[in-house]
């Protein structure tokens, strides 16, 4: 027999759709909680899927330049600490020419003069050592940083380098081994300028690592917020899909118990039909049996019979 031969009524064939239904929902269910997406590709919601994968690529390019802020924070801050430093040595120097001023002795001031030019060289190997992955701010050829915020390269922020070194700040060696007051007091001027300047610089930089330390807090910010955004629109509630799948898994039993009953309502009545035709037939025969029993246990023969 051939499946076109088989006619389905109508309850069947409801209870049939009704459980293809449910079972195509129970596969759906269960993809979700297996991958804990509710939107695992365009077909199941194109539009959240897509703004989803949007959300995502800028929260990934942001995340880039999360990191290139950061790496930008690490090289102004190498070259705050030189600056901070380059002052301390800058300070020592103008103490040593401040002894060799208090002093008439030509040898002590030989003695200061060539501690003064030992720091004074120390300054431009100071200022050349405060690099940061390539980028020095205060070297003696000092670099420019230049930050981006923004994924398209519009917001930026350039901090532009100054060279700290001995010749940048125009700190000359002891002129005559400070043999005269007129030499160390051009350089007490001239390390005068330079702390201010160093200072200056120091001050630059630190607003400019305040900047980067507040674009990076907001870029971490906005990074989480775009990726929980993104979450949103795709991710599935693993303790709803987990009900939906107890509540479906029921509904799809409840179907079979359905279907079952709907086929033997279908083949039901006929079957029934003949069973209460065999019941009859057979309680008719066995009133025949009855009616002959009590005929014959009535009659004398039947008596004798029954006493003997």
Known sequence: MSTSDITLSAPTRTNLLSLTRTSRLIGRTQERLSTGLKVNSALDDALAFFQSRGLSNRSSDLAALKNSIDQGISTVKAAVQGAEALADLVDQAKGLALQARQTNDT?????????????RNQLTDLANDSSYNGTNLVGQTADNLTVTFDEDGDHKITITGTSLDATGLSIEL????????????????????????VRNTSA????????????????????????EGAAKLVNADLNE???????????QSLGVTSLSLAQQ???????????????????????????????????????????G
């Open 107 to 119: 040898s002590e001031r030989q003695n200061l003069a060539n501690q003064f030019n030992v720091i």
């Open 174 to 197: 002891a002129a005559g081994n400070f043999g005269s007051d007129a030499n160390i007091d051009a350089a007490i001027s001239d390390l005068d300028v330079a702390i201010g300047e």
């Open 204 to 227: 630059t930089l630190g607003s400019s690592n305040s900047l980067l330390q507040i674009r990076l807090n907001f870029t971490e910010t906005l990074v989480n917020t775009l990726e």
């Open 265 to 307: 309502s279908s083949v039901g009545p006929p079957a029934l039909l003949n069973r209460v035709k065999y019941q009859i037939k057979e309680g008719a025969l066995r009133g025949v049996l009855f009616f002959f029993h009590n005929r014959i246990a009535s009659c004398p023969v039947g008596r004798h019979f029954r006493a």
């Open 241 to 251: 899909e987990s009900a939906n799948l107890l509540s479906l898994q029921t509904r």
